[in-house]
């Protein structure tokens, strides 16, 4: 259901005792200057989080799976229909 050049990631949680201290972010911006293409991904917890790394959430008719939040970042946003998972 991605529409070509996208991918998804999945699930991402950083063991408490290290929390805070930037390794999810910098986790993320890695992945992100490393793969090109539009990411999507499943926010299950603090979409703020991913917003703050560029990702917007999809349209209120892609949203389909209850207590999680459908987000983009990338040129290909829009084009995804909706997504059961990846």
Known sequence: GLPAGAYGIGSLCTEPAVRRLGLAKALMRVVLAREPG?????????????????????????????????????????????????
């Open 38 to 86: 539009t990411a999507y991904l499943w926010a299950d917890a603090v979409p703020d989080f991913y917003e703050r790394l560029g990702f917007t959430p999809l349209p209120p008719e892609a949203q389909t799976r209850p207590g999680s939040v459908l987000m983009a970042r990338g040129e290909r946003r829009g084009e995804a229909g909706p997504l059961e998972y990846f």
